[in-house]
């Protein structure tokens, strides 16, 4: 049976596409991006840094192996849409416990299925990531369009992704105590630092140097998140008075929040980088690393020179900023995802590098 369209989505440059809702069927306005990884939908829905925006899988179906209780990245998925060319409420999976339908209508995320998902993101490659409202089939076009110019995209998204209150991890062979600043961090870094012999205070991401360092950690990190990074202000001061006190790691925004805190700059790029097979090259050992990522925004190479920063790896798609350090500190960032959920393990040695830094640091 052909499915019934009964929704649409309209991108500020007044392309349309016709879909069948499914999830949540309110009307929504976001910022439309795609993700090319085949598998790994469940993490990508509840990855808090796809906070505010609607994600097109490039994979053709989405939903075939349900959703398992011990994949979440968050207990809040904060995503506000996908777009895919089949949904499938059926799935096969002895770990599976609910349909993606009922879990998207569970936290109020937005679907709409039967789009020519090659058609939008090549749109999205050549237009660029934008705003899109996702909508009902009849609301009239002139509408539709006036919606988007009146609605402007939020800033407060690490905000609203972060953790409100200080969250304590306990490793049972703990060697090293850890203060991670969520920016909305997924779930899976915590449990690499609690498989490193880690434990890990979680806290907010405006939590300031002072307060972690009543805390006494062996390291720092500073998560993953959604947004621009000159949008924490706050977390870019509290990592700047932390250089030199402790070795400090950082992931995707992270990563970013590191580069603005030594002076350098970052912007935005055309489309991002989401998908799970992006070629690293690593500058420190000239191998290659295939790697999984989820960003809008990169490090600025150039502003790196003036900055006692040293870029360590490089995107070979685009050859943007993937890795950035400063020895003298102890300081180092990658702005692909080590902790590989969604994607590949190359990049898993970047926790035992961490690792190792603190032990130097300890024995010093």
Request: charged fraction near 25%.
């Amino acid at each position: 049976m052909i499915p019934q369209k009964d929704r649409k989505i309209i991108l500020e440059n007044g392309s349309q596409y016709l879909g069948t809702g499914f999830g949540d069927k309110k009307e929504t306005v976001i910022e439309i991006v795609f993700n090319t990884s085949p598998v790994g939908y469940q993490e990508i829905l509840s990855d808090p840094s796809y906070t505010d925006q609607g994600v097109v899988f490039t994979y053709p179906l989405i939903g075939n192996y349900g959703m398992a209780d011990d994949d979440y990245e968050t207990e809040n998925p904060s995503i506000s849409a996908i777009i895919v060319r089949e949904i499938n409420f059926e799935p096969s999976n002895f770990r599976s416990t609910k349909t993606l339908d009922e879990v998207m209508k569970q936290y109020g995320i937005v679907g709409i299925s039967d789009i020519d998902t090659r058609c939008l993101t090549r749109e999205i490659r050549n237009y660029g990531s934008c705003k899109a409202l996702i909508t009902d089939i009849n609301t009239p076009y002139e509408k539709a369009l006036e919606i988007l110019k009146n609605t402007d995209l939020p800033t407060d998204a690490v905000k609203r992704a972060s953790r409100k209150e200080k969250t304590e991890y306990t490793s049972p062979d703990s060697k090293f105590h850890i203060v991670a600043i969520d920016c909305g961090m997924k779930q899976n870094i915590v449990r690499e630092l609690l498989k490193c012999g880690c434990s890990v205070t979680v806290v907010p991401f405006d939590t300031t140097a002072e307060e972690i360092k009543a805390m006494r950690p062996d390291g720092v990190f500073i998560s993953n998140g959604p947004g621009n990074p000159a949008d924490v202000p706050e977390t870019v001061k509290t990592v700047k008075n932390l250089h030199g006190f402790c070795p400090i790691f950082g992931i995707c925004l992270g990563h970013q929040i590191i580069a603005l805190s030594y002076g350098a700059e970052t912007y935005k790029l055309k489309f991002g980088h989401r998908g799970g097979n992006h070629p690293v090259k690593n500058l420190l050992t000239d191998k290659i690393e295939i790697t999984s990522q989820n960003h809008s925004y990169a490090v600025d190479c150039d502003s790196i020179k003036n900055t006692p920063l040293e870029i360590t790896h490089i995107n070979l798609l685009d050859k943007t900023a993937e890795g950035i350090e400063c020895k003298k500190d102890k300081v180092f960032g990658v702005q692909y995802h080590p902790e590989s959920a969604p994607g590949p393990q190359d990049s898993a040695y970047l926790f035992d590098r961490f690792i190792h830094l603190m032990e130097g640091n300890r024995n010093a």
